[in-house]
């Protein structure tokens, strides 16, 4: 097995397909259905559609999270090297290696937990005998640099505007420095100034450590502002793929997907 250390790619999915049980657990339904393609390092991917297309499952299972319901029934993918069908003990790794802003993440901060240690849970769960100080100096770095004021960090998520929720997601998503960062509605509830900071710390950390961005969603102008190459889905299919938001390749009969991301 390519170790994440060798991994060639940062993703690479070949003929992937994904149910979503029921939330009776009664029935299966094939939500992503024979999806090819690779990710490069230091690069990213946007993955658009209509709603219902397949796009989160798409991303819960590839940033590894072990979504109830979700389940890899075809094909495999490797994300920096490690399969996310049968990971076994590598799936410590996997959820070290990508970071996972999951949709409505911001919504979904735990409430009792204060800001400062909700960004630094992926470092507390792991290890509980950190350094205080270099943890809260890594806490204020990220602070700083999603434009959030210091004083934050002994905060409760409720006593938080929506976007400043988003962006200490993020934060938490970006703690351990991940390979790949894995963004399903990134710039939900973010301002001009927010989306700003959101694509320069993203940027920053392509450029600097080669991180790789899966972003999900339709946001024509944070796509475009990270450079994303685009694939589209439907139905859980791949209809069209193309180098970025303007410059996608189509097939026929995707009218209706043309006018999403026109719109
Ligand atoms: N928590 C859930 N429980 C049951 N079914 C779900 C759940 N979440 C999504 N689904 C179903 O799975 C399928 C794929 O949904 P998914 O959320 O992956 O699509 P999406 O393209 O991300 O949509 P959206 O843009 O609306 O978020 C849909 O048919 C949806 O109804």
């Not at 991994?7 to 979503?20: G, Q």
């Not at 950190?130 to 004021?149: G, Q, S, Y």
């Not at 200490?168 to 963004?183: F, G």
């Amino acid at each position: 097995m390519a170790r994440h250390r060798d991994a060639d790619v940062a993703i690479r999915c070949s003929d992937l397909s994904i149910t979503r049980a029921s939330a009776r657990g009664t029935a299966t339904e094939r939500v992503v259905d024979g999806v090819d393609f690779t990710l490069a390092h230091g690069r990213s991917l946007a993955v658009l559609g209509p709603t219902g297309a397949g796009k989160s499952s798409l991303g819960a299972v590839l940033a590894g999270t072990d979504e109830p319901g979700l389940a890899v029934v075809g094909g495999d993918a490797r994300v920096q090297g490690i399969p996310v069908r049968r990971p076994g003990r590598a799936h410590r790794t996997l959820t070290y290696l990508v970071g996972y802003l999951g949709q409505g993440a911001g919504t979904r901060l735990p409430a009792r937990l204060t800001v400062e240690e909700v960004i630094s849970s992926p470092v507390t769960s792991r290890d509980r005998r950190v350094n205080k100080r270099a943890l809260a100096l890594r806490v204020a770095a990220l602070l700083d640099e999603l434009k959030l004021p210091l004083g934050m960090t002994v905060k409760y998520p409720y006593e938080l505007s929506a976007g400043m929720r988003q962006r200490v997601a993020l934060a938490r998503a970006l703690m351990l420095d991940p390979k790949l960062l894995v963004a399903d509605d990134l710039f939900a509830n973010l301002d001009v100034q927010a989306r700003a900071a959101v694509v320069e710390a993203i940027r920053r950390r392509c450029d600097g450590y080669g991180m790789s961005t899966l972003l999900i969603g339709n946001d024509r102008d944070g796509i475009r502002a990270l450079g994303a190459e685009v694939l589209i889905l439907r139905s859980g299919h791949v209809v069209a793929c193309g180098a970025n938001v303007d410059d996608v390749l189509w097939t026929p009969s995707a009218g209706a997907d043309r006018r999403l991301i026109a719109s």
